[in-house]
């Protein structure tokens, strides 16, 4: 988290991931087991692929909200909520997030919560259009979502195309990887 020039290091608790809890399953090609897990799960995935429908072809998209942890070498993330921007827009790959999302609706929930869960990352559909990031997404990633927990999630509903991205603090965006559902 960053808070002006001071870099708030987010503390990594060590935990078992959801794969060695109970039973995952996989979503997209391969997941990238050199950059973050996401486990992502069953009812927000859910509600991420609902939201994605609802939009149709148009663009949707959202906050997704949980927290981050260690398990030996590995860092992951489990995504426990998520938060949608109200309507879509106009255009079917470059989704623009309204600065009165984050301030009406994600930081008075993130508040009511118990404190320690954070802002992972956030979706956004690209109906007909493959998962990937476009130069406003990547510009929009390098810029607010470059810490080593944050996700940005891209699906792609009607070619059952999805995946997640992330983005270094030296503004190198990863490849796509896939991630895990659980229950
Ligand atoms: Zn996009």
């Given at each position: 988290m960053k808070v002006g020039n001071i870099e708030l290091e987010v503390e990594l608790i060590e935990k078992e991931p959801p794969l060695i809890r109970g039973k995952c399953r996989k979503v997209g090609t391969d997941i990238r087991t050199d950059e973050l897990i996401v486990f992502v799960t069953e009812g927000v995935y859910g509600k991420i692929y609902e939201h994605a429908l609802e939009g149709e072809r148009y663009e949707v998209g959202g906050a997704l909200i949980g927290d981050y942890y260690k398990f030996d070498s590995m860092r992951f993330v489990e995504i426990t909520h998520v938060l949608q921007v109200d309507g879509h827009n106009a255009s079917a790959i470059d989704f623009t997030f309204p600065a009165q999302f984050w301030l009406k609706k994600v930081h008075p929930f993130l508040e009511e919560?118990?404190?320690?869960?954070?802002?992972i990352g956030t979706y956004h559909t690209h109906p007909g259009h493959s998962a990937f990031l476009s130069n406003t997404d990547i510009k929009f990633v390098q810029n607010l979502f470059n810490n080593p927990w944050n996700v940005t999630m891209v699906i792609d509903h009607i070619n059952g195309d999805e995946g997640v991205f992330f983005c270094s603090k030296d503004r190198k965006i990863s490849k796509k990887s896939g991630f895990w559902i659980y229950q």
């Open positions: 919560l118990d404190g320690k869960t954070e802002l």
